[in-house]
């Protein structure tokens, strides 16, 4: 069955740096869009940064921008989200979910496949 497991979520100090790891089997990896969404305390799940497996191109919303990288290893099955300049409001569960034919699109709704979440806790 599909399996996306992620780590690398752990308390960091404001300022910090994280990367995060999303491990996939059970699919074909280089055809499913595999991205990465966070839900904080009390808030919707959103999408976070989203790239397309067939052209890379990329999606980072506003919080995003400008601090978090995402990437895909094909050869390794692994997506990941480097997280720079880390702030307290990036504190969240964050997840990474799988869809096929969904490009960068960031929409939740639009995934079937979750992890069950890596905790990242940014301190002030």
């Known amino acids: 069955q599909v399996q996306l497991v992620e780590s690398g979520g752990t308390l960091v100090q404001h300022g910090g740096s994280l990367r995060l790891s999303c491990a996939a089997s059970g699919l074909n990896f280089k055809y499913y869009d595999i991205n990465w969404f966070r839900q904080a305390p009390g808030k919707e799940r959103e999408g976070v940064s989203c790239i397309s497996s067939t052209d890379g191109s990329t999606y980072y919303s506003d919080s995003a921008k400008g601090r978090f990288t995402i990437s895909r290893d094909n050869a390794k099955n692994t997506v990941y989200l480097q997280m720079n300049s880390l702030k307290p409001e990036d504190t969240a569960v964050y997840y990474c979910?799988?869809?096929w034919g969904v490009g960068s699109n960031c929409d939740p709704r639009k995934y079937e496949y979750w992890g069950q979440g890596t905790q990242v806790t940014v301190s002030s």
């Open positions: 979910a799988g869809a």
